[in-house]
């Protein structure tokens, strides 16, 4: 079982960077995905989540209206767009695969918003 993030790393205030999540060894499209992400000193929360077959969304305030979350259940990826970029978007951001009580995570991507 994988989940392996890319597309991170640094970029200017009011930028945009998208994220990708690409899974293997588990069946994807059964799987809810969410991104999380992790700032220095501060606890891990989560950022945006989509349901297995893509009909379900939501965020967490801070980001409503400059990300959005997506998937391709046919690439077994899903993705974080992220516009308008803010300072304190920086952070190491994870994707997190959920079934029932099963439970992945990827190794993480640096985001890194600044001048």
């Known amino acids: 079982v994988q989940l392996v993030e890319s597309g991170g790393g640094l970029v200017q205030p009011g930028g945009s960077l998208r994220l990708a999540c690409l899974a293997s060894?588990?069946?994807?499209?059964?799987?809810?995905m969410s991104w999380y992400r992790q700032a220095p000193g501060k606890e891990r929360e989560l950022v945006a989540l989509?349901?297995?077959?893509?009909?379900?969304?939501n965020y967490v305030d801070s980001v409503k209206g400059r990300f959005t979350i997506s998937r391709d259940n046919t690439k077994n990826t899903v993705y974080l767009q992220m516009r308008k970029l803010k300072p304190e978007d920086t952070a190491v951001y994870y994707c997190?695969?959920?079934?029932?009580?099963?439970?992945?995570w990827g190794q993480g991507t640096q985001v890194t918003v600044s001048s």
């Open positions: 997190k695969g959920r079934f029932a009580t099963i439970v992945y």
């Open positions: 989509i349901s297995s077959d893509g009909g379900y969304t």
């Open positions: 060894g588990f069946t994807f499209s059964r799987f809810d």
